[in-house]
């Protein structure tokens, strides 16, 4: 192994050097050396673990709304087939209870409903109801906020229908 030699001009000036001068900048060398332990080293540590507790819970939070849909999606899967007229009829029921906030327009097996001023909480409903109701799935969505509500349009496909 070869020693590490210190250049001779380097060594007279730290001898000619103070005591305290040299006590001084070997202080000024601990700070630095300790300094850059915590940046590379301990830092990015200490804020991984104060973050982790947070991290955790809003995996957790997620891990179950996956499951929740991954059950629901379940469910609907073991329903039986629902026709055409069953499919429209249940989409058009669903849609009527949003009363004037909504449009409903069915071409084939698409329907769009044209939404002015609905709340999200309204729209969850309808949603989740012609999800299992009409067996229909969103396939298009277009949404703005207006005045507290939301309005555009909610393209869905309809199950059975010519």
Known sequence: ????????????R???LAVRERQALMA???????LIVWQVAI???????????????ALETQTLQLQRMA??????KGQPPVDASQSAAALKAATERLGDKAKLSVIGDRATVTL??????????WLQEVRQGARGRPVEVQLRRVDGGLS???????PGAA
């Not at 830092?43 to 819970?57: D, E, G, H, M, V």
């Not at 059950?71 to 609907?76: K, V, W």
């Open 1 to 12: 192994m070869k020693r590490m030699t210190v250049p001779p001009a380097l060594l007279a």
């Open 14 to 16: 730290w001898q000619a």
């Open 28 to 34: 000024a060398g601990a700070a630095l050396a300790v």
């Open 43 to 57: 830092a990015p540590a200490w804020t991984t673990w104060k973050q982790a507790p947070a991290q955790l819970r």
């Open 71 to 76: 059950t629901e999606a379940h469910e609907l």
């Open 116 to 125: 002015t001023g609905a709340t999200a909480d309204q729209l969850r409903a």
């Open 152 to 158: 555009g349009t909610v393209v869905v496909s309809l």
